[in-house]
């Protein structure tokens, strides 16, 4: 038994190695970065090791926000439009760089958030007020639900798809949806409005479910809302405007890409609610995606544009690519 343990060994190891810092596992498919060119309406295919662009495919016009699978073979792309109200989701095979499927949203208009868990699409439509899902399997919106508040804009939830929040521009309002059995599903649900600063834009759930941390577009701030009592419970001075808040993936760190002033990434731990690290970056930092262990950040930036991979330990920006104009909607898997 102990040989055959140490064979066991060996073949694993004869099936992983390491390109650029990364694990790769022969089967699976390579980590793959992608960002949205809003200004080109079309999306970029990075590889995150070498920071080199390799395929570009046209989406609808003012794609926002992007997410992809957990395995990078597709993404999801939120054509929220520019003068003309988008309706539309893209759907991207990574492999072949080609758009397989654009989804019609009518009469749902101006998709923007976006978030994928278990093959099922969250998104929100602004101009209906209210957040809807996609069933990827089906290729049918399966569940809507009235936000009841004004521009819905980013959504956050949780990986059991029971508990929702979405970031209310327009109401100065946070909204938390909880679903008994997974939204969509029958059984009770409760809806919740909590009262924030102006214009809160960005958002994310901590992992847990337990609080929604929210960008204040005029604030200048954070604010924290417990989720279980819906209660804020505490307001973070960012010195500037939040557009994105980000959770790393073990809930230990809120990362912010500051819009103004520019130039800014702010790192926060979670448990204390004190900023811990301000990074100053060329251009003004837009959309940010991390690596599954927290350590690197992606982050998009325009004047100039470009994507930047960042060590978030030590601030440094170790990679760097042109992918197009105005680059903001950013996501990466298999890191």
Not at 82 to 89: A, D, H, K, L, V
Not at 164 to 190: L, R, W, Y
Not at 203 to 227: C, F, Q, R
Request: hydrophobic share 40%.
């Amino acid at each position: 038994m102990k040989g055959f343990g140490n064979i066991v060994g060996i073949i694993v190891v004869g099936i992983m190695f390491v390109f650029k810092g990364y694990v790769i596992v022969i089967g699976q498919a390579r980590p793959v970065l992608v960002a949205l060119n809003k200004a080109e309406a079309n999306m970029a295919i990075i590889d995150p090791g070498t920071m080199k662009v390799t395929g570009k495919v046209a989406v609808g016009e003012g794609p926002h926000e992007v997410v992809l699978s957990a395995d990078g073979r597709t993404a999801y792309v939120a054509n929220y439009g520019n003068r003309t109200p988008g309706n539309s989701i893209s759907i991207i095979d990574i492999a072949t760089a080609k758009e397989v499927r654009r989804v019609e949203l009518a009469p749902l208009i101006r998709p923007h958030g976006i978030q994928l868990i278990g093959g099922k699409l969250y998104f929100t439509a602004e101009a209906n007020r209210m957040i809807a899902r996609y069933d990827t399997a089906s290729n049918k919106i399966d569940w809507m639900m009235g936000v009841g508040q004004n521009v819905p804009h980013m959504v956050a939830g949780t990986a059991d798809q029971k508990k929702f929040a979405t970031a209310n521009i327009g109401s100065d309002s946070v909204t938390i949806f909880e679903f008994a059995n997974g939204a969509g599903n029958p059984g009770p649900s409760k809806i919740t409005h909590v009262a924030v600063g102006k214009q809160p834009e960005a958002i994310d759930m901590s992992p847990d479910g337990k609080e929604v941390w929210t960008g204040l577009n005029v604030d200048g701030m954070v604010e924290v809302v417990d989720a279980l009592t819906y209660k804020s419970v505490a307001k973070i001075d960012t010195k500037g405007r939040p557009y994105r808040v980000r959770f790393t993936p073990d809930g230990r760190t809120v990362v912010c890409t500051m819009l103004l002033p520019g130039g800014d990434v702010v790192v926060i731990d979670a448990a204390t609610r004190k900023e811990t690290k301000r990074i100053k970056l060329e251009g003004t930092p837009m959309g940010i995606a991390f690596s599954a262990d927290g350590k690197t950040a992606f982050v998009t930036v325009v004047e100039p544009d470009a994507v930047l991979r960042i060590g978030l330990d030590s601030g440094e920006v170790t990679g760097r690519v042109v992918t197009g104009i105005g680059p903001d909607g950013i996501a990466v898997a298999g890191t």
